[in-house]
């Protein structure tokens, strides 16, 4: 169930818990002023911080206190922002992340909390910080329950998150903006976490155009037939193995209104619904983890939605490659050599490298668009995924700039790492009997990757091997395991700082 959150002036539900906000300082802990607080509260507060010693304020903090009989609500809790200096909107969605998680273990089903009218620091708002922290609340409150009954004995959940500011109307427009983003970022971990046996490239195909249309996302879904006819030959190799054949589904944005059929931007994703390496087949341990080999295309999902229902004034166009990878009679093998659509060879040395195959004929597709740059997400490499467990995304860009998108990584949290596309991993992937071949040496599998992908990219272009983010297999810190929706947030803040 997901949180209702609004911004008030007072607090006008009775809640079961009210909470206030403090700063970690040299001199110890100090309290957000509040004014429209009752005193006897404010008080009591006071008494919590010199009671509860062990409380520093430091980001995400939480401590929380049963209040006197009359009181207007039955706790009283007093939430950290770290450092005032230090406060960001990214840094406040992270308290609002701790503070839900903490009131999840309480079992609080109804929260007022005060943001107070002393400005933290002079580059954040108080209607941002009001926004941010319900939008971190909002987001660690995730939860994928649709395959499961609901338990017998569970502590309330936070159901309504009033949030008591200063301008709660102006709040009210922050918070909607990032909670556009926010639905984007459920939508791909929606579809991260669906189970392969419903989520295969038709149905997916499906989930897309029921999403996207009613939005006024221009959807077109390519089946295999007319994958055949425009000669999208890679992708139709790796899933000819399946009973469930491939789709291309190709998603357009028109929120610039230009006439011609130019965009600027292009997106394209991997979308494997299941990979099991193939007939170069995967080890069995952790093979389920492989359902979630689509992250790519499920953050280019997530993008547009988060587009459309901000109405956003650009023209974007998204690519999607969506195939099963499976071993069968039919399956492509070791040693074939396949067509790409745009007319390069491809030996197939092992069939698990098959998100470049499809990631080639998709961006191929994509130059029809004359794109200012494209960006392609996928779940690439193990090379990748090994890098870093801290949301790291492995990154590499030919002769592009990457600063304005690294920016965004560090305003969002979906931080990257470039690698260099040295000469010596475009030499690692040249055949003997084909154009390239599909795999090359052992060291740094996703620069290979890349080089590879370099061969269907004649224009501007950024690779982003999200395999580690994409998934995770336990919480970190408070971030939650299982889809994560990375990608979203980072390329809707490029678009909005580069091109909106
Ligand atoms: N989907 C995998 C990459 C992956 C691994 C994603 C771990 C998430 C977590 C990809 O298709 C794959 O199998 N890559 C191989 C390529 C190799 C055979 C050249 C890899 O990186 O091991
Ligand atoms: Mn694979
Ligand atoms: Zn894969």
Sequence with gaps: MSISVSFQKEHKTQPSMIVVLAYEGD?????????????????????????????????????????????????????????????????????GGKFYAALSSLGVAGVSLYVGDKLPQPDLTLDMLAASLANGAVLRGYKFERYKAPPKEMLPELK???????????????????????????????????????????????????????LGVEV??????????????????????????????????NGANKKSKDAPLAFVGKGVTFDTGGISLKPGANMDEMKMDMGGSAAVVGLFKALALRK???????????VENMPSSKAYRPGDIIKAYNGKTIEVLNTDAE??????????YAKQYNPELVIDLATLTGAAARITDYYGIAMCADKTDTTAL??????????????????????????????????????????????????????????LDIAGPSFMTADVDYRLKGGTGVGVRLLYDFIKHTYA
């Design 27 to 95: 001199e110890g802990v100090s309290l957000q002023p509040v004014s429209g607080l009752e005193a006897s509260l404010v008080s009591l507060a006071k008494r919590a911080l010199e009671a509860n010693v062990q409380f520093k304020g430091r980001l995400g903090d939480f401590i929380s206190v049963v209040t006197p009989e009359g009181s207007v609500a039955a706790r009283l809790g007093v939430l950290g922002l770290g450092k005032a200096e230090a406060l960001s909107a990214l840094r406040a969605e992270e308290a």
């Design 355 to 364: 998100g470049r195959l499809i990631l080639a004929d998709a961006l191929h």
């Design 406 to 463: 690294k920016e965004s990584g560090e305003r969002v949290y979906e931080r990257l790492m470039e690698f260099p596309m040295w000469r010596e991993f475009h030499d690692a992937i040249k055949s003997n009997v084909a154009d390239i071949k599909n795999i090359g040496g052992a060291a740094g599998g996703n620069i290979t990757a890349a080089t590879f992908l370099h061969h269907f990219t004649d224009y501007p272009w950024i690779h």
């Design 160 to 214: 309504t998150l009033e949030v008591v500011c200063t301008h709660p109307a102006n709040a009210k427009k922050a918070y909607e903006k990032l909670s556009c983003v926010s639905q984007g970022v459920f939508q791909a971990r929606d579809l991260v976490n669906m189970p392969p046996n419903d989520l295969y490239p038709d149905a997916y195909a499906k989930i897309i155009k029921d999403t996207l249309k009613p």
């Design 312 to 322: 956003a004034r650009v023209d974007v166009v998204g690519v999607v490659g969506l």
């Design 220 to 253: 077109e879904i390519f089946d295999e037939k007319k994958l055949q006819k425009m000669g999208a030959g890679a992708m139709l190799a790796v899933g000819q193995g399946s009973d469930r054949p491939a789709r291309m589904v190709v998603m357009r944005w």
